[in-house]
Nanobody, 115 residues
Framework: QVQLVESGGGLVQPGGSLRLSCAAS????????MGWYRQAPGKQRELVAA???????NYADSIKGRFTISRDNAKNTVYLQMNSLKPEDTAVYYC?????????WGQGTQVTVSS
C-alpha cells in the first residue's frame, strides 16, 4: 500500500507560479513512477507530467516549457513547479504513484488561476 499526501495548491494570478508537493509513504520500491494529473470542471482527467524513479520524464504538450516535474527519492517526494500559469491551468491536481499493475492516487489539490 502507498499513501500520498499533497500540498501547495491555492489561488494564484495569471503569470504567477506555484509549487505542488506530493509525499509518498508505504511500499515505495524501485523502480516506480510518479506523476501529476489534473481535471477541470466538465473535462476529462489528463496527464500533466510524470517521472520515473530513474529520472525519465514525460510532459503534456499544453504545459511544456512552463511546468517542471522533479523528485527526491530519498524523501519519496515528487514536485511540480508551475510557472507562467494561465487561467486554463485551473483544475484539481492529483498525484499518482504506480508500479507495474498497481496504482495509487492522492486526494487532489485545487489550483485556481484568476485575476
Amino acid at each position: 500500500q502507498v499513501q500520498l499526501v499533497e500540498s501547495g495548491g491555492g489561488l494564484v494570478q495569471p503569470g504567477g507560479s506555484l509549487r505542488l508537493s506530493c509525499a509518498a509513504s508505504g511500499s515505495i520500491f524501485s523502480p516506480n513512477n510518479m506523476g501529476w494529473y489534473r481535471q477541470a470542471p466538465g473535462k476529462q482527467r489528463e496527464l500533466v507530467a510524470a517521472i520515473s524513479s530513474g529520472g525519465s520524464t514525460n510532459y503534456a504538450d499544453s504545459i511544456k516549457g512552463r511546468f517542471t516535474i522533479s523528485r527526491d527519492n530519498a524523501k519519496n517526494t515528487v514536485y511540480l513547479q508551475m510557472n507562467s500559469l494561465k487561467p486554463e491551468d485551473t483544475a484539481v491536481y492529483y498525484c499518482k504513484f504506480w508500479k507495474g499493475y498497481y496504482e495509487y492516487w492522492g486526494q487532489g489539490t485545487q489550483v485556481t488561476v484568476s485575476s
